[in-house]
C-alpha cells in the first residue's frame, strides 16, 4: 500500500508552547488528509479534513484556532497545536487519501504522541 | 450522526483458534474497512469491502460486506501471537467522505 509519514513519532513539549505535527505522502499525491486524534483504549476521533489548497473542515467541538491545519502541497499536511496545555496530550494520527473517488482507500501515518508538561 | 457498534471489545484467544468479531450500523455504508492497530502505531489497512454481499480474503483474514450494507464481519483463522492488537471497522458512506470508526477489538493470542 502506499505510505504516509508523520513525524515526529514522539513530542515532548512546555504548557503554553507550539508544537507542529508533519504528515507527508511520500509516494502518491493526496488531495485529502484528515487529521484523528485518539486517547488510550479509545477509537480513532476525526478532528478535521483537509484539501490541497483550501480550509480545512473541522469537526463540531474541534478548535480550528488552537488547532490550526495547513495543506499546501500535495504531499504534505501540517497540524499545529497552539498554546499546548496537559488536556492536549494525545495520540495525534494523519491519513492520507488519493482522491475522491469510492474506491479510493486512506492509509495512515504512524501517529505522533504528544505529551505535553 | 452515523455510529458503528464493533464487538466484542475485548477477546483473549489460544494460538490456533479462529477469531470472528462484527460491526453493525444503524445507518448504509458503501464501503467497509478492516484495520489493525499496534501499540504507538497507526492503523493498517487489513481488507476493504466496496459491494454488498461481498466476500475477500487476505492470507488467514476472511471479510465480508453484509448484504443489507449495515453489517461487516472478520474473520482471523488460525491464530498466532502476532496476531495481536487492536482490530478497528471503519465504514464509508459516500463518495470522499470520512471516514466513522468501530471502537475496536482489542485481540490478545496467548502461545
Known amino acids: 500500500g502506499a505510505v504516509v509519514s508523520q513525524h515526529p513519532s514522539r513530542v515532548i513539549c512546555k504548557s503554553g508552547t507550539s508544537v507542529k505535527i508533519e504528515c507527508r505522502s511520500l509516494?502518491?499525491?493526496?488531495?485529502?488528509m484528515f487529521w484523528y486524534r485518539q486517547f488510550p483504549k479509545q477509537s480513532l476521533m476525526l478532528m478535521a479534513t483537509?484539501?490541497?489548497?483550501?480550509?480545512?473542515?473541522?469537526e463540531q467541538g474541534v478548535e480550528k484556532d488552537k488547532f490550526l491545519i495547513n495543506h499546501a502541497s500535495l504531499t504534505l499536511s501540517t497540524l499545529t497545536v497552539t498554546s499546548a496545555h496537559p488536556e492536549d496530550s494525545s495520540f495525534y494520527i494523519c491519513?492520507?487519501?488519493?482522491?475522491?473517488?469510492?474506491?479510493?482507500?486512506?492509509?495512515f501515518g504512524q501517529g505522533t504522541r504528544l505529551t505535553v508538561v | 450522526g452515523q455510529q458503528l457498534n464493533q464487538s466484542p471489545q475485548s477477546m483473549f484467544i489460544q494460538e490456533g483458534e479462529d477469531v470472528s468479531m462484527n460491526c453493525t450500523s444503524s445507518?448504509?455504508?458503501?464501503?467497509w474497512l478492516w484495520y489493525k492497530q499496534e501499540p504507538g502505531e497507526g492503523p493498517v489497512l487489513l481488507i476493504a469491502?466496496?459491494?454488498?454481499?461481498e466476500l475477500t480474503s487476505n492470507g488467514r483474514l476472511t471479510a465480508q460486506f453484509g448484504i443489507t450494507r449495515k453489517d461487516s464481519f472478520l474473520n482471523i483463522s488460525a491464530s498466532i501471537p502476532s496476531d495481536v492488537g487492536i482490530y478497528f471497522c471503519?465504514?464509508?458512506?459516500?463518495?470522499?467522505?470520512?471516514?466513522?470508526f468501530g471502537e475496536g477489538t482489542q485481540l490478545t493470542v496467548n502461545p
Open positions: 491519513s492520507a487519501r488519493t482522491g475522491f473517488e469510492m474506491n479510493t482507500e486512506a492509509f
Open positions: 509516494d502518491f499525491q493526496a488531495t485529502t
Open positions: 483537509s484539501n490541497e489548497g483550501s480550509k480545512a473542515t473541522y
Open positions: 445507518s448504509i455504508f458503501n464501503t
Open positions: 469491502l466496496y459491494k454488498a454481499g
Open positions: 471503519a465504514g464509508q458512506s459516500g463518495q470522499g467522505s470520512r471516514l466513522t
